[in-house]
């Protein structure tokens, strides 16, 4: 029996290479765990379920592969994937999940989030963060046609690089206290997260922080058997 983990791809037409390794990881071994959890940022930028495009359209075929396979898959939205909605889910058996969800993993409970909002010091971020989830807003958005929705999302892109810049390491990683929060508010000994591309076991007062790595030079995956939790990466072929 195993659960995966995978966070942070940021899939984009313009990096097949992660986009290959992603396939062959979902056709080669998720299709043989118990259960896959996807915790945000599949996408480098996801517009909205209006995306018919070939990608959008590869990548859905790949999920809806697997869940028919019998592998159930759960999607927690992401920074960069906060608009993936209802039709992406149908489209492809997907179970959408919310920010903060509670799962037994094998006995064990724990907590999984993406984890942009354990950043607290990143003020500017946080409040961007909260406007744009605004349920007005999304509306209005996917209204709009597909092509302006494209422009759109291009200067937001080129806005966030530049704010990303200028910002230190530090602000832009989770705060320990924020973390530990969480964790009480849930009664929880185990955390898992991405966001942050610092893959890592974070072990403190008898309790772990499992964080997720990027997907840019080798995939990162979190495989968990009932013995055991190990944070594993996955090389470009």
Not at 53 to 69: G, W, Y
Request: aromatic content about 10%; charged content about 25%; glycine content about 6%.
């Amino acid at each position: 029996m195993t659960t995966l983990f995978i966070s942070d791809l940021h899939l984009t037409p313009s990096a097949p290479e992660i986009t290959a390794c992603f396939i062959r990881f979902m056709r080669e071994e998720a299709i043989h765990a118990d259960a896959l959890y996807v915790l945000g940022d599949l996408f480098e930028f996801w517009i909205g379920d209006d995306d018919n495009s070939p990608f959008a359209s590869e990548i859905k075929r790949e999920f809806k592969t697997l869940t028919q396979a019998g592998v159930r898959c759960y999607f927690t939205q992401g920074n960069r994937d906060f608009l993936v909605g209802k039709r992406f889910a149908k489209q492809t058996g997907v179970t959408l999940l919310g920010d903060e969800t509670v799962i037994d993993l094998y006995g064990q409970k724990a907590v999984i989030l993406h984890g942009d909002t354990l950043c607290t010091d990143d003020v500017q971020y946080l409040a961007f963060r909260e406007k744009v989830h605004r349920p007005w807003l999304q509306w209005l958005f996917n209204r709009i046609p597909f092509t302006f929705k494209k422009k759109i999302v291009a200067k937001v892109q080129t806005d966030i690089s530049q704010n990303k810049s200028m910002k230190s390491m530090d602000i832009m990683d989770v705060t320990q206290a924020e973390v530990e929060a969480v964790m009480n508010k849930y009664q929880v000994d185990l955390m898992i997260h991405g966001h942050t591309h610092r893959p890592n076991i974070h072990v403190f007062d008898s309790r772990k922080r499992i964080v997720l790595g990027d997907w840019y030079e080798q995939g990162s995956v979190l495989v968990c058997t009932a013995n055991q939790l190990d944070l594993q990466t996955r090389p470009f072929i």
